[in-house]
């Protein structure tokens, strides 16, 4: 385990570049892109909260296991690899093959880590979840990023936190 200090500056370094973030339907794990996400406390524990929009594949994932990873890259290696899972959906690819990358069991839980490094690794358990009500969003930031699909917010406790 590392300090919140420690990997609260690789999170905040790195995120905008892109992160893994992974999911599981408890038979197939799923990962996708992201890049907008905080860490924080919440009910007494270390949380980090994702977006995850309606359409996406991975929500399906969310829905039926309440659970998450995400691998940040810690260096630039995986720019393509994010591209990709930026871009091709799970439900028709199968992202891991087409990006070259692997899964890594995790420490806790189910749902697997991207292996391979250098990532920061986060594994949490969903403890709150809730679709965005626009009508609470500023009209600038609602005009700018959406259209007809908002974002489910999904704030994780994390189990387990540690680079590889
Ligand atoms: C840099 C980058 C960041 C992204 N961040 C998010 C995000 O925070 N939330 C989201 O719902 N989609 C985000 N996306 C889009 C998804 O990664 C993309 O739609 C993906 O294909 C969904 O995969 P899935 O259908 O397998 O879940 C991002 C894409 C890129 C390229």
């Not at 692997?102 to 490094?117: D, E, M, N, S």
Request: with cysteine.
């Amino acid at each position: 385990m590392i300090q919140a200090s420690e990997y609260g500056k690789i999170f905040n370094d790195r995120l905008n570049k892109g992160a893994f973030l992974n999911t599981s339907n408890g038979q197939k794990a799923n990962t996708m892109t992201v890049s907008w996400g905080s860490l924080g406390i919440m009910w007494g524990a270390p949380t980090v909260t994702i977006m995850v929009r309606q359409t996406r594949y991975s929500k399906e994932n969310l829905n039926a296991v309440k659970a998450f990873t995400l691998s940040v890259p810690m260096d630039d290696s995986y720019k393509d690899a994010l591209a990709l899972c930026g871009s091709k959906s799970g439900r028709d690819t199968d992202k891991f093959a087409a990006a070259g990358i692997t899964l890594q069991a995790p420490k806790t839980g189910i749902v697997p880590v991207i292996g391979g490094g250098p990532f920061l690794q986060l594994e949490c358990s969903v403890v709150y979840e809730r679709k965005m009500d626009l009508a609470c969003l500023n009209p600038d930031e609602r005009e700018k990023w959406y259209g007809d699909t908002e974002h489910t917010f999904y704030i994780g406790k994390i189990n387990a936190v540690y680079t590889v």
